[in-house]
C-alpha cells in the first residue's frame, strides 16, 4: 500500500522509484493479488497514461507483469490500460514501446 500510495501521491523521483519496486514485485504471483488489491492497477494506468517518460515505462513494465494475472488482466482493461498501451506502443520512446507491446501480447 505504501508503495502504491508513493506512485500516486509521491514527487516525480518517487513515482519513478515506485513504480519500478511494483514492477519488480509483480514478478510473483502472490505480489500480483496484492498490488492489485492494493488499488495498483488505477494507479499505474493513470501513471501510464499521464506522467513523464520514465513513470511511463515503469508503470506500463508494472502492468505488462501484473497482467501475467488473468484478473488483473480484466481490470487493466476496466481501467482504461489497452488504450494507454496502444498510445505508448504508437507513439512512446523505445522503453515505452516495449514495456507497452509486452503487455498488450499478455
Given at each position: 500500500?505504501?508503495?502504491?500510495?508513493?506512485?500516486?501521491?509521491?514527487?516525480?523521483?518517487?513515482?519513478?522509484?515506485?513504480?519500478?519496486?511494483?514492477?519488480?514485485?509483480?514478478?510473483?504471483?502472490?505480489?500480483?493479488?496484492?498490488?492489485?488489491?492494493?488499488?495498483?492497477?488505477?494507479v499505474l494506468v493513470s501513471l501510464a497514461r499521464d506522467g513523464n517518460e520514465g513513470q511511463k515505462e515503469e508503470a506500463a513494465g508494472a502492468l505488462w507483469n501484473l497482467a501475467h494475472n488473468d484478473d488483473n488482466s480484466?481490470?487493466?482493461?476496466?481501467?482504461?490500460?489497452?488504450?494507454v498501451f496502444v498510445s505508448l506502443a504508437r507513439d512512446g520512446n523505445e522503453g515505452q514501446k516495449e514495456e507497452a507491446a509486452g503487455a498488450l501480447w499478455n
Open positions: 500500500e505504501v508503495l502504491v500510495s508513493l506512485a500516486r501521491d509521491g514527487t516525480k523521483g518517487q513515482k519513478v522509484r515506485a513504480a519500478g519496486v511494483l514492477r519488480n514485485l509483480a514478478m510473483n504471483d502472490d505480489n500480483r493479488v496484492a498490488i492489485a488489491a492494493a488499488g495498483g492497477i488505477e480484466v481490470a487493466i482493461a476496466a481501467a482504461g490500460g489497452i488504450e
